[in-house]
């Protein structure tokens, strides 16, 4: 009996075997500095952050969900506010927004998955302050209509890019739109930390100011307590270790971007949808996401295959149970819900074997011929 190649949906072993080296050498530098915290592997990560996206500040905390939250607070967001949401999203996004205390608008979704900006405009009222603009799976949307939209109804706009770290369309990158930008890195993401972590990006210095008073317990540059704060801070070591790792963002990007493409030729003629691709980094490919009305189906197969799968998101956020405590919106066509009852998301770390590839393809066509 032949063996079942099983193919993991991550590959942080193979990373380390890959970079573990380098990544050892600057936990050690580190703590042979004596500055766990606030080292200066730190400010050296943030100036990187801001260069690649092109902005002037960059202000890293302790999680993607932290830098969300921290930049609709610096931007003056609270209670009283409403925000526009797109309703697909990690429920991060939606915390960020509630511990403001603003009141979430949740939107339904266009069928790439972003936030209908027709179906927005009919929800701005008088309370209707920001808008929170999700880049789902590594794909970067146009920037200008919802910078436009923005403009029009005098909101503070703030992207949530956790997903899209790298990517970039007509010229502009993922961390560039509205007030402020946000990544994260979490164990997930195309930079993973060895933990947690994110990053607020802006060309605003007095946001860029807030955001730090934030993560660091309220603290003004003269030592004074000059607001409530958090301790929300990233370590000297988790900072080293993603330096290291931004260094291989090309390198990492151009292999997942192969993946992707073997996938989409793989699948040709099968029913189901599956991501755009467009220019290099357009998509970045956080995840490669497939849809088909056969989900479940499909994805019982794959696990029988030995691929491991996962749903990336099986909810739409506004019918979070939590939320029946919380006030909120919606104004929905459904689009967002069909959206959370299709996907699936493939293995697509940069580590995988082509081996691995060819079984990914193989089963997957297999899995959606017979969910027809």
């Not at 042979?32 to 801001?50: D, F, I, K």
């Not at 960059?58 to 609270?78: C, E, K, W």
């Not at 990492?252 to 029913?271: D, E, H, I």
């Amino acid at each position: 009996m032949s063996r079942l190649l099983r193919v993991p949906f991550t590959g942080a072993d193979r990373e380390f075997d890959d970079i573990g080296r380098e990544m050892m050498a600057a936990i050690e530098k580190v703590f042979r500095s004596g500055q766990v915290m606030n080292g200066e592997s730190v400010p050296l990560l943030e100036q990187s952050l801001a260069d690649l996206a092109g902005r002037s500040y960059a202000r890293v905390v302790n999680s993607g969900t932290d830098a969300v939250y921290f930049a609709l607070a610096a931007a003056g967001i609270g209670e009283g506010d409403e925000v526009l949401v797109g309703d697909i999203s990690f429920v991060a996004t939606l915390h960020a927004i509630v511990r403001t205390g603003a009141t979430p608008v949740f939107i339904d979704v266009t069928d790439d998955g972003t936030i209908d900006l027709d179906l927005a405009a009919e929800a701005v009222g008088p309370l209707t302050k920001a808008l929170v603009m999700v880049q789902l799976y590594g794909r970067m949307a146009a920037p200008g209509p919802v910078e436009e939209f923005a403009r029009a109804h005098g909101l503070v706009l703030v992207e949530d890019a956790a997903q899209s770290l790298g990517a970039e369309v007509s010229g502009r990158r993922s961390g560039t739109v509205g007030v402020a930008s946000c990544h994260s890195f979490d164990a997930m993401k195309v930079i993973p930390a060895p933990g947690t972590g994110g990053v607020v990006l802006t060309d605003d210095p007095a946001l860029a100011e807030s955001v730090e008073q934030l993560r660091w317990w309220g603290f003004s540059h003269g030592g004074a307590v000059v607001r409530l704060g958090h301790n929300s801070q990233m370590s000297s070591l988790t900072a080293a270790v993603l330096a290291v790792k931004l260094e291989q963002e090309e390198r990492w990007l151009k292999q997942r971007r192969a993946t992707a493409s073997t996938y989409t030729a793989g699948f040709g003629g099968s029913r189901c949808i599956l991501p755009e691709h467009g220019c290099f980094r357009e998509n970045v490919f956080h995840k490669y996401v497939l849809r088909t009305p056969r989900r479940d189906a499909v994805a019982a197969a794959l696990k029988a295959a030995g691929v491991e799968t996962l749903v990336h998101y099986p909810y739409v956020l506004h019918e979070l149970p939590f939320l029946e405590r919380h006030p909120h919106r919606v104004l929905t066509r459904g689009r967002a819900k069909r959206h959370a009852g299709e996907v699936i998301s493939l293995p697509i770390h940069p580590y995988l074997t082509d081996e691995e590839i060819d079984h990914v393809v193989t089963s997957t066509r297999e899995a959606l011929a017979a969910a027809d």
